[in-house]
């Protein structure tokens, strides 16, 4: 290494390091700044909201805390109208039990993707086979792992497109008018 390059590598080093240090400074000036907004909001009575999640806990307890206080709203709502059941409450904007059912073109799509991907993993599997290419014993391994992941992939998305084609027929014959009318 001569002493030009030396002298690059550690200009380099210390420019990481400057650039690392003031992106720092900026996040704890950032945060810095909301902490004395939130304190002014305290002190002037105004009520701040609540932080904002960040990680996947904190995003499930916020999201727990907004099912809570809607539900409470709701039987707020239904004990004062007189309309409110507890054994049928009325469904939630946060649940999942309002999910869309699948459409049998996201089978399809589903099930194109997956076989593609299981065909892919074993083309590439063959072709490193066949090649003769010299490699360690750690890329092998993967190479194997991969190999016997693909056909798991290619039969979860035949199933996929078989059972796109199975709800197409009945969905075809079901629309077929009936000849003996």
Do not use: C
């Amino acid at each position: 290494m001569t002493q030009q390059e030396f002298i690059l590598s550690v200009m380099g080093i210390v420019g990481l390091a400057v650039v690392l240090v003031w992106l720092i400074y900026w996040v704890y000036r950032a945060k810095l700044l909301d902490r004395e907004e939130r304190r002014l909001m305290i002190e002037r009575g105004i009520a701040p909201p609540p932080p904002e999640a960040k990680s996947w806990p904190a995003v499930k307890a916020r999201e727990q805390e907004l099912r809570f206080a809607e539900r409470r709203l709701l039987i707020e709502k239904g004990i004062e109208a007189g309309v409110y059941d507890p054994r049928n409450p009325p469904p939630s904007f946060l649940s999942t039990e309002t999910a869309e059912p699948r459409r049998p073109d996201d089978y399809l799509r589903r099930g194109l993707v997956r076989f593609g991907i299981g065909a892919g993993l074993l083309g590439a599997y063959a072709i490193f086979r066949t090649s003769g290419i010299d490699v360690s014993d750690e890329v092998r391994n993967w190479i194997l792992f991969f190999a016997l992941i693909s056909p798991l992939f290619a039969a979860n998305g035949l199933a996929n497109i078989l059972h796109y084609m199975a709800t197409r027929r009945t969905k075809d014959a079901a629309s077929v008018p009936d000849p003996a009318r």
